[in-house]
């Protein structure tokens, strides 16, 4: 099972909105409503931020978005702050009963 | 409070085994199913292995079978990650994460233990 593909980087500015972008295949993204995202801090353990391609956790700002077409899934983040700098991550349940996390996207804010 | 607490890293040298060991609490622990993730140093997140509420069912990452065995004892709340042939490439930081909303997701995290290959 290969890694879902991320941009390696993305950058912003404070107060700013970004994308990334998360695409797969038939056999993971594009088959199942099970995707989900991470942010990482160094040194950090992973922070859920969307489950269920669109749900957000109790406690997670609703800066933070999900969406999905076909294989490609996104995470949108409104007004850009100095803390969202970090590494974020996709995931998504395959048709071959395991999950598969996307490479990583590094976040700078300027 | 929520606690996963991950114990069974260190330094092993290549070839040899490992046992991990992630002991949960504050929550019951049969409800949920759980993984194990791992992170190589400066790399990204790559799913290992999981298993089901109950035990009955076992998930692993195509590139790991045969190595990599789960397993959970739900009257000791422990979740095990059994390793052989380990190589270098094993190195890294591995995390037990539950699926707290039972999506096949990983809402909670423990701190990670150490797994370092070499001779």
């Known amino acids: 099972q290969s890694a879902l593909t991320q941009p390696a980087s993305v950058t912003g500015s404070p107060g700013q909105s970004i994308t990334i972008s998360c695409t797969g295949s038939?056999?993971?993204?594009?088959?199942?409503?099970?995707v989900s995202w991470y942010q990482q801090h160094p040194g950090k353990a992973p922070k859920l931020l969307i489950y269920d391609v669109k749900n957000r956790p109790p406690g997670v700002f609703n800066r933070f978005s999900g969406s999905k077409s076909g294989n490609t899934a996104s995470l949108a983040i409104s007004g850009l702050q100095p803390e969202d700098e970090a590494d974020y991550y996709c995931?998504?349940?395959?048709?071959?009963?395991?999950?598969?996390f996307g490479g990583g996207t590094k976040l700078t804010v300027l | 409070e929520v606690q996963l607490l991950e114990s069974g890293g260190g330094l092993v040298q290549p070839g040899g085994s490992l046992r991990l060991s992630c002991a949960a609490s504050g929550f019951t622990f049969t409800n949920y199913a759980i993984s194990w993730v791992r992170q190589a140093p400066g790399k990204g997140l790559e799913w290992v292995s999981g298993v089901s509420g109950g035990g009955g069912s076992t998930y692993q990452a195509d590139s790991l079978k045969g190595r990599f065995t789960v397993s959970r004892d739900n009257s000791k709340n422990t979740l095990y990650l059994q390793m052989n042939s380990l190589r270098a490439e094993d190195t890294g930081l591995y995390y037990c994460?539950?699926?707290?909303?039972?999506?096949?997701?990983?809402?909670?995290w423990g701190q990670g233990t150490l797994v370092t290959v070499s001779s």
């Open positions: 995931n998504s349940y395959t048709t071959s009963a395991t999950w598969v």
């Open positions: 038939r056999s993971d993204v594009g088959a199942y409503d099970s």
């Open positions: 994460a539950l699926d707290l909303y039972h999506s096949g997701s990983f809402y909670y």
